[in-house]
């Protein structure tokens, strides 16, 4: 089991930045991919990034975030950040971190078992 727990949520103006965590517990951390996924109301859950489980290893955005987000990870915090650069009003969703054991993440949220609570971004223009 791993439990998982986002912060860093908010509001900000457009343009602006903000920084998501996501603090693991329970077993390894550095053996499981990470995903950065996000809903907003109405719409359907999407992969916005993802990291392989090693520092430095193979990443993914998707082509509405590439260029201004960033995930990483911190194995020796148990730590993934999304750092969120040039916020858009079409950013503002419910923000999930989410775990798949294994060395490779996966682009579907069926793949993850593990998920947190979830921390909303609010993006004003």
């Known amino acids: 089991q791993v439990q998982l727990v986002e912060s860093g949520g908010g509001l900000v103006q457009a343009g602006g930045s903000l920084r998501l965590s996501c603090a693991a517990s329970?077993?390894?951390?550095?053996?499981?991919?990470m995903g950065w996924f996000r809903q907003a109301p109405g719409k359907e859950r999407d992969l916005v990034a993802a990291i392989s489980w090693t520092s430095g290893a193979s990443t993914y955005y998707a082509d509405s975030v590439k260029g201004r987000f960033t995930i990483s990870r911190d194995n020796a915090k148990n730590t993934v950040y999304l750092q969120m650069n040039t916020l858009k009003p079409e950013d503002t969703a419910v923000y999930y971190c989410a775990a798949r054991p294994g060395a490779r993440y996966d682009y579907t949220q069926q793949a993850y078992p593990y998920w947190g609570q979830g921390t909303q971004v609010t993006v004003s223009s």
């Open positions: 329970g077993r390894t951390f550095s053996y499981y991919a």
